[in-house]
């Protein structure tokens, strides 16, 4: 999903790659049942739902490994 989407550290998602001649464009995230804002990313007929804030950390923050 990487390669299709691009993120900012404002929370702001745009589609790079689109196939079936979709342009690049601003992602509008809906508001879940929760009250997260959340999106739909597609690549390669794969879809995933995941909150914006989740995706968010995901990308700018450094992974942590649980070490006891």
Wanted: charged share 15%.
């Amino acid at each position: 999903f990487s390669t299709a989407y691009a993120a900012s550290s404002h929370g702001r998602i745009k589609r790079i790659l689109g196939g079936s001649g979709a342009r690049p464009h601003m992602m509008r995230p809906a508001v879940n049942s929760d009250g997260y804002l959340r999106l739909t990313l597609c690549t390669n007929a794969v879809r995933i739902n995941i909150n914006v804030h989740q995706l968010i950390a995901a990308m700018f923050l450094p992974e942590t490994r649980n070490v006891n």
